[in-house]
């Protein structure tokens, strides 16, 4: 099978993005892995196709998977960079909507950037111990639109992501799906640097969205943050995250920043 494609990043996260909305491609998770891996394929953490809105609660749909072949409900950077793909190869110049696993997202350009409205998070829970191979750990969660820890350090640089974040990942804590895992060093007010270890890519990523947006609503939270909140992430970029809260509540959550084109070509698959 060839499968023409396009390779986006979102702050350094990256995809692989399919136009499928004649339903032609068909594809199964071994495939989908092959796709993502980097030594055999075009190499990235998730894969995003455009089709059809079937329940036409929304513009389009998408289909969203993780490096692994899993699927996901939602991502942060991923949902900037379909964004911008559905406007590049539809010519739409406004704002878009898709739907997801976690609900209609809408998206609007302004310039470079694209801001996406996401579902209100819900699964709040601060100040939660968890004994790991470290310590004990003091844990916050949240789910926005994927579930995710959030742990506050003093130098996310010293933190060893890899080895602590797998063992949070699937932590009897966060069972039986487990968690996404976000360190956050606080910068200033409303700054913050993030280091983020995905469930479904199963490693460290150069930046996640989702993620990025839970380190900052709990911020907010934790530090009393007001928005909007900006997050460094390990690509590089910073992502701004603004959010309305009242009440204990969060909603109107949107996450700007780039979304740009790598490459487009032809894949034997």
Known sequence: M???FTKMNGAGNDFVLLDNRDGRVHLNPSQIVRLCDRQRGVGADGLLILIP?????????WAFYNSDGSTADM????ARCFARFIQKITGVQGAVSFETGAGVIRASFVGEAVSVSLTSPGAIRLSETVSTSAGPLLVHSVNTGVPHAVVFVPHVDRIPVAQL???LR???HFSPKGTNVNFVEVKEPSLIRV???ERGVEAETLACGTGVTAAALIASRVHGFSSPVKVL???GDVLEVRFDSRSGQFSDVCLSGPADFTFSGIIEI
């Open 53 to 61: 809105c079937a329940s036409g609660s929304a513009d389009w749909a």
């Open 233 to 235: 992430v390990q690509g």
């Open 195 to 197: 280091r983020t270890y």
């Open 170 to 172: 699937g932590h009897s």
């Open 75 to 78: 991502c942060g950077n991923g």
């Open 2 to 4: 060839r499968l023409e």
């Open 165 to 167: 974040g797998i063992e």
